[in-house]
């Protein structure tokens, strides 16, 4: 046997020894190891489960722990983190539980509240930080035209929510139209309550705001106006071929209109008339002496009614029965109370108006361009100098022809019977007064809503009790200059369409308006005269040729020079920006003298609130120039 055989026999029994303890050793550790993570595994699961932690879960590799799951909330995690950490060392915890992604947070309702008065500006509410406190608030006060201002605003840092901003810049803007007001403003939503002087200014505000509103903001409008002072107070009722109708209707109460209405509508009226609440009555008993009359008047059949203050005319017409009229007549009179007084005329056929030629007449008529002519006749040279210094008064020394000659055959009380007519005339926007011994004819169209209504006033207060006046007037909504004011879009229409007819025109490399463009800046000035709340932009625009930096500055200047001639044609110009775009907006080729051309621009634009989408514009070539 070798040698090395028999070290080999000696130490195998020691190294078999050696691997059985390694192998034990190996087990026992194993074992110790499977007990540790069991124990730690239990115990912390234990721990959490009755902490109210389910949702977090255990395991254990060795002495390292690590913790999974959801928690509702950080607070949650911390809380499970903590309670493992009660059962081993925190520095053996690995946590990777996560937090439940939180709802974002809802944007606050912001809303500004504006009150104005005598005594500035109170502004409070909630606005994003974006749209800046500070700003809103200068803003407000430019626009109001005040130094004083309560700012109680508070900010959130949040993004302006959709139709915030052009619902912002409505709602500040409108502070310059009103008087004594509340301007509440909501994305989307602009609510104004204000007091108004009177029922025109009502009329004229309100159509101001609804012209300018822009898209996509709701409007609430509660305008109030104080009730007018009507004198004479003045009712006029008639009936005749054309069937009931009212030249004009006052009444001081709502119960009072209620039943004047009523009373028109019983004697045969149609429609929905006017019938003005105003001050100025003369008597608490005024509704109940209008329905009185009207009622005669209805059972009469045909004549007409005027009441002036507390005077009352009833004129039957011709034919009309003597025993119906003078009961009638004699019940009106024993009904009305105290203070009206009643005078009752019942037209005979010899008292209707001649037509043989021989009755003196005296006709006025203006024309829709404003010129009056005046024939017929007076009674001497005193008169006809009051009647044309009257006419030139309210019409114009230059619009009033006088063809009038003077006769001594004209019946009393014709001067004022002349001049009351011509007074009703300058309520017209054109039409025709013709005055005879037995009438007063107004026939024409106007542009207020209540002409028809201030004419009889004037007739009726003016008039001898028994006189007799007919009224065609109608309404035109065209004339009416608040009716007729175009919106932004028309505006901005109406210049394109002075622009296309002749253009703006620069001397080369020049910011000096050539004689043809001159021309077309007059046009503009007269349309922009109407369009004074309608934010414009004029933009200066160039073809690429030259330097960029040149280009921009040149239609800076040309815009200017535009916006400059405009102001010194009296215009009002806070409404009108200008700005040079240069050659950054091409609208054609730049490698074409056609293209060139037309780059070389002007352009109108209306200016809206920036999230609105709109873009309304206008492009004035410019003519030839050399960058």
């Known amino acids: 046997m070798s040698q090395s055989n028999i070290r080999l026999r000696q130490y195998l029994p020691h190294t078999l020894a050696i691997v059985v303890a390694g192998a034990g050793c190996l087990g026992v550790a194993l074992w110790a190891k499977a007990r540790v993570e069991a124990s730690a595994l239990t115990e912390i699961s234990l721990v959490l489960s009755q902490s109210g932690h389910d949702w977090a879960e255990v395991a254990v590799d060795g002495l390292q722990v690590t913790l999974f799951g959801t928690a509702p909330d950080e ?164 009936i005749d071929d054309k069937g009931p109708r009212f030249d004009a209707c006052s009444a001081d109460t709502e119960d009072a209109r209620a039943a004047i209405l009523k009373a028109a509508r019983d004697a045969g009226l149609q429609g929905a008339p006017r019938c003005t609440l105003g001050l100025g009555t003369p008597s608490t008993q005024w509704g109940n002496a209008a329905v009185q009359a009207i009622n005669a008047l209805g059972e009469i059949g045909e004549g007409t009614l005027t009441i002036s203050n507390a005077d009352i005319s009833l004129v039957a017409a011709v034919g009309t029965n003597e025993t119906t009229f003078d009961r009638q007549v004699g019940e009106l009179e024993g009904g009305l109370p105290d203070v009206f007084s009643l005078n009752a005329v019942r037209l005979l056929p010899e008292e209707a108006p001649k037509a043989d030629g021989t009755v003196p007449e005296f006709v006025a008529t203006r024309s829709p361009e404003g010129l009056v002519q005046m024939r017929g006749r007076l009674g001497d040279e005193l008169t006809r100098t009051a009647v044309e210094s009257f006419a030139a008064a309210h019409f114009g020394m230059g619009n009033v022809y006088p063809a009038v000659r003077v006769t001594d055959d004209v019946p009393a009380g014709w001067p004022t019977r002349v001049l009351s007519a011509l007074e009703a005339l300058a309520l017209l926007n054109n039409g025709v007064a013709v005055v005879s011994p037995d009438k007063i004819e107004i026939s024409g169209l106007s542009g207020r809503v209540n002409a028809r209504a201030e004419i009889a006033r004037i007739l009726g207060s003016k008039l001898a009790d028994g006189a007799t006046f007919a009224l065609d007037v109608s309404y035109s909504e065209a004339l009416d200059p608040l009716a007729a004011l175009p919106t932004p879009e028309e505006c901005v229409e109406q210049i394109n369409a002075a622009v296309s007819a002749q253009k703006i025109t620069f001397a080369p490399s020049s910011t000096d308006i050539e004689d043809a463009g001159m021309e077309t800046i007059d046009a503009i000035s007269e349309l922009l005269r109407d369009c004074q709340t309608v934010e414009i932009e004029i933009g200066g625009h160039t073809d690429s040729q030259g330097r960029e930096v040149m280009n921009e500055q040149l239609s800076q200047a040309r815009a200017d020079a535009v916006l400059n001639a405009i102001m010194a044609r009296r215009v009002l110009t806070s409404n009108l920006t200008a700005k040079g775009y240069g050659e950054t907006e091409p609208i054609a080729d730049n490698d074409t003298e056609a293209g060139r051309e037309a780059n070389r621009r002007i352009e109108f634009r209306l200016v809206l609130p920036k999230d609105d989408t709109k873009d309304i514009s206008v492009e004035a070539p410019e003519g030839e120039t050399s960058e």
């Open 75 to 238: 607070a949650t995690r911390f809380a499970a983190l903590s309670e493992a950490g009660s059962i081993v060392d925190a520095s053996r915890i690995q946590d990777t539980m996560e937090v439940e992604a939180t709802a974002a947070i809802a944007a606050p309702d912001f809303t500004i509240e504006i009150l104005k008065n005598d005594d500035g500006l109170s502004l409070i509410g909630l606005v994003p930080v974006e749209s800046d406190a500070t700003t809103i608030v200068e803003r407000a006060l430019a626009v109001a035209g005040t130094e004083k201002a309560t700012d109680l605003l508070e900010s959130a840092d949040f993004a302006p929510p959709p139709g915030w901003e052009r619902a912002l810049s409505f709602g500040l803007g409108a502070l310059d139209a009103l008087p004594r007001s509340k301007v509440s403003i909501a994305p989307g939503r602009v609510s104004i309550t204000a007091v108004a002087k009177d029922t025109e200014d009502r009329r004229r505000i309100e159509r101001s705001l609804r012209r300018d509103s822009p898209t996509g903001v709701e409007l609430v409008l509660k305008i109030s106006a104080p009730r007018p002072v009507i004198a004479p107070f003045t009712l006029r009722f008639l």
